[in-house]
């Protein structure tokens, strides 16, 4: 279901819709001078979700956008972009060589691709993918780049998470080609279609092999994905062993049906894997619920849940920090708390 | 085998438990009186030289920390220098001087060039801005390979894997020397520092460039309009039982 999500900061800032005339003034001659590149992340034959956030940001600055797919068989993801709404073109670049999102090789592409149609826009999802790329990118069109977005107010003037979302900076970018990452859970995801539209070849780039992919250890769930799901059940250092962790944070997210994260101390303790980790340089999620297991809310963590939109926590000690942003805080021992929620959410099914 | 030289960069930061406050004109944050240290994954940029120093014994000839910043930044390099590094140069502008990635990569660019170091260390990003931009400007324009969030670095010859922490879980790449490698949580955990270390760190040379003289275009590119609060998350409401968190989170829709 397409939602809107209402605007963070209130009094702060007017929505950013665009019109002719804050074009102008901004100036911009027309919102055809305005023209995106939108790098689209996928695997498998699936488009990563969070591309599909970074599209609506992509649609939010005006003007067109375009996408780019990339790799050893990209005709079945560019034909699933083309139908999106709010892409006007999709731009294929066919090699074995781009498996796997490799920025010496990604990087020449976006630039030869730039150079040639003349964007003046490039986004991304701030996901590994995309921020392992786009700075190199922007290294090569000697531009700044800027990083995980959480707001358009225009197309040259930003919101940024700063000091582990702390603070939260307004940056207006003097280059002539802006360079984005974009948070995804700041944005909603594309999901109404249209037509298909054009895919053609994107332009020739500089393919010199600095680096080759060896192997990968992903995560292997039925479960939801992390980064994406609606509920997350999060585990702490207070769970004590692997074993527990599996038993009542693997347990109580099979029983709502959500996604698994941890804390760094959980993941730093081996109790969970470190794809798992919440936090400031972890995953940022913003799931409908959040339920903190076990964890006392450092700084750090904190800045990776804290706009989830309601937070529930579980904790025996009564000044934890988490407590002063979870909406729902229970004061007790998890271990008796947690199997008891387990069987009584089973229970109400 | 020949011997190779590593180059780590150092940013002066606040330090990551101070809950930081934004200043009353709305243009940055409280800087005055508040502790400042070594960026986190700078330190472990520095920890992972000095350990590639013992691993690969005999073949890492020096360990050079950088930082680029105003007089006060030469404070990490004494850390640096503390931890491990044989010698640091310090990159100095003016304490008005905004600096940005872009014009931090196009410094350190100078710096290679002149040292020619074979491995460059950075932190992944500074935890002020969060930017986690300049390992990857700077090997765009050296046009180097990159191996970013790095948890796991083996040197072989001039052959090099590393370890990355992506979004599912863990890759691997191949790669060679002359190479940018940025630093996530888990490549290592710094080791404390000794008092007699830091004693010898005084001794150590820090050789100071002023950066006009690099002949850089440093000029920010980004403007910062305003800096606020973040929206405040009314929390604090507490339940007395599981009967209760269940029926609440039913109440807001939250198990739907």
Known sequence: ?349 | MSQLRILVGCKRVIDYAVKVRVNQTKTGVETANVKHSLNPFDEIAVEEAVQLKERLSGRISEIIAVTCGPPKSQEVLRTALAMGADRAIHVEVKEEVILQPLGVAKLLKTIVEKERPDLVILGKQAIDDDANQTGQILAGLLNWPQGTFASKLEIDNEAVKVTREVDGGMETISTKLPLIVTTDLRLNVPKFVTLPNIMKAKRKPINVIKADDLKVDITPRLETLSVTDPPTRLGGAKVESVDELISKLKTVGALD
């Not at chain 1, 008796?336 to 929620?341: F, G, H, I, K, R």
């Open chain 1, 1 to 349: 279901m397409f939602t809107l999500q209402p605007s963070r900061f209130g009094s702060l800032r007017k929505t950013a819709t665009l019109t002719a005339r804050t074009l102008l003034l901004r100036g911009y001659a027309t919102t055809q001078d305005i023209s995106t590149l939108l790098l689209v992340e996928h695997k498998d034959n699936t488009v990563a979700p969070s591309t599909l956030n970074a599209l609506t940001a992509a649609t939010k600055l005006g003007g067109t956008v375009s996408a780019l797919v990339a790799g050893g068989n990209p005709d079945p993801i560019a034909s699933t972009i083309s139908k999106l709404s709010g892409v006007s073109k999709v731009f294929v670049a066919k090699d074995n060589l781009y498996e796997h999102g490799l920025p010496e090789l990604y990087a020449p592409l976006l630039a030869a691709a730039q150079k040639k149609f003349n964007f003046t826009h490039l986004v991304a999802s701030h996901s590994a993918f995309g921020k392992n790329i786009l700075p190199r990118v922007a290294a090569l069109l000697d531009v700044a780049p800027i990083s995980d977005v959480i707001e358009i107010e225009s197309p040259d003037t930003f919101f940024r998470p700063i000091y582990a979302g702390n603070a939260i900076a307004k940056v207006k970018s003097n280059d002539h080609i802006k360079i984005i990452t974009v948070r995804g859970t700041a944005f909603p995801p594309i999901s109404s279609s249209q037509g298909e539209v054009t895919i053609e070849a994107a332009p020739d780039a500089e393919k010199s092999v600095l680096t080759t992919w060896v192997s990968e250890e992903l995560q292997k769930s039925d479960r939801p994905e992390l980064g994406s799901a609606t509920k997350v059940v999060s585990g702490g250092r207070a769970l004590k062993s692997r074993e527990n962790f599996d038993k009542l944070v693997y347990g109580l997210a099979d029983a709502l049906g959500a996604a698994v994260g941890g804390s760094r101390a959980a993941v730093d303790s081996n109790y969970c894997d470190n794809a798992l980790q919440v936090g400031q340089t972890g995953k940022v999620v913003a799931p409908e619920l959040y339920l903190a297991v076990g964890i006392s809310g450092a700084i750090q963590h904190i800045a990776g849940m804290k706009d989830s939109k309601v937070i529930a926590a579980i904790n025996s000690d009564p000044e934890a920090p988490i407590f002063q942003i979870s909406d729902f805080g229970l004061v007790t021992d998890l271990f008796t708390a947690v199997p008891e929620l387990i069987e009584k959410l089973k229970k109400s099914k």
